[in-house]
């Protein structure tokens, strides 16, 4: 039996599909960059950013971290062309509200010991303070070898109360 989310699914995707006529989008983006953010449902990257379908890769992960998306990103570049790097945190994010044990706590509590010992090892990747967040998953983009030298790197903040952006890097 679907449930209400399904539903919704599969109502929204048939008028979306009624209305569609983008299917002769190519398969690599239009413009070659891709944008790295949260997964925050309070996001909008394509309204918010001003991307068009077909404009960009859209990469989001809890935290928008940049070591969580590396395999993405390579794919991204390597495979399909994109050539620059747009990184946005924003405001709020949960990623700034608990610690790598609280999480592990939070594991073990909720789907008890196996669960927190297959977990154990695994960086939640979460941060203290936003700014410094944005710098570091910058300087990390910079850094690797998977990314080569002449690739643009910004970092970014989204504000959620205001649907604003600021350049950090």
Not at 25 to 51: E, H
Request: glycine share 6%; aromatic share 6%.
């Amino acid at each position: 039996m679907a449930t209400g989310i399904q539903k919704n699914l599969v109502e929204k995707n048939a008028e979306y599909a009624q209305k569609f006529d983008q299917g002769h989008l190519a398969l690599p983006p239009a413009k070659k960059y891709l944008v790295l953010t949260c997964m925050d449902a309070r996001i909008d990257p394509a309204a918010a950013f001003g991307i068009s379908l077909g404009d960009a890769h859209v990469i989001r992960n809890a935290g928008a971290s940049a070591k969580d998306a590396q395999r993405s990103i390579v794919i991204s570049e390597q495979l399909l062309g994109t050539r620059e790097i747009i990184l946005v945190k924003h405001t709020g994010c949960g990623m700034l509200t608990f610690t790598n044990d609280d999480a592990r706590a939070l594991v073990k509590e909720n789907l008890g010991p196996a669960a927190a010992a297959e977990l154990s090892t695994l960086d939640y990747l979460p941060f203290p303070e936003l700014d410094t967040a944005v710098k570091e998953d910058v300087e990390f983009l910079k850094r690797t070898t998977t990314v080569p030298d002449d690739v643009p790197i910004t970092g970014w903040v989204y504000e959620v109360e205001t649907g604003k952006v600021r350049q950090v890097v």
